[in-house]
């Protein structure tokens, strides 16, 4: 597939929020399975695995074909997480990613909120941004692409 030719798998890390901008765009739209999303309160660790769009190669516009890859996300230094429209026992559900952003807390800390199309939410509270982003498959073709034209 041309447009994959110049597929490069991404790995990635974010500090600050800035850094977790750019996370936020490589993530856009990618779906995740409920039962892909894990919380290790032991080693404050929160951690998921999506099927990410491809953005860097749709971009490109050597091809009307488009991809994804299996990503794995992890966010340390979680002190808590809490959620908000989404059914934890729906494990087969699938969340649609929209955006992930920081909130400064008083204290140096602060929260992430990860948003899904729907309106559901999952808010880590954190005691600094540790992110962590890393590609663990090849890609596969998509014939669909995103289209947020018709988002209010």
Sequence with gaps: MAGLRDYKP???MAADADDLNVLSSVLQDAVVKIKDIAFDPDARRFALVLNRFVW???????SNMFARVRTGC???DVI???????????????????????????DGDGAIYLDFAGGGG??????????????????????????HSSDA
């Excluded at 860097?56 to 050597?62: D, F, H, I, Q, T």
């Excluded at 997480?81 to 559900?93: D, F």
């Excluded at 880590?124 to 289209?147: M, Q």
């Design 80 to 106: 808590s997480v809490s959620h908000q429209a989404i059914r934890q026992q729906a494990g087969e559900a699938v969340l649609d990613l929209l955006a992930v952003r920081f909130e400064l807390g008083d």
């Design 10 to 12: 991404l790995r990635l």
């Design 122 to 147: 999952i808010r880590l509270d954190v005691e600094s941004v540790n992110v962590a982003v890393r590609d663990l498959t090849d890609p596969w073709p998509t014939k669909s692409r995103p289209d």
């Design 56 to 62: 860097e190669c749709a971009a490109s516009g050597k």
């Design 74 to 76: 992890h966010f340390d």
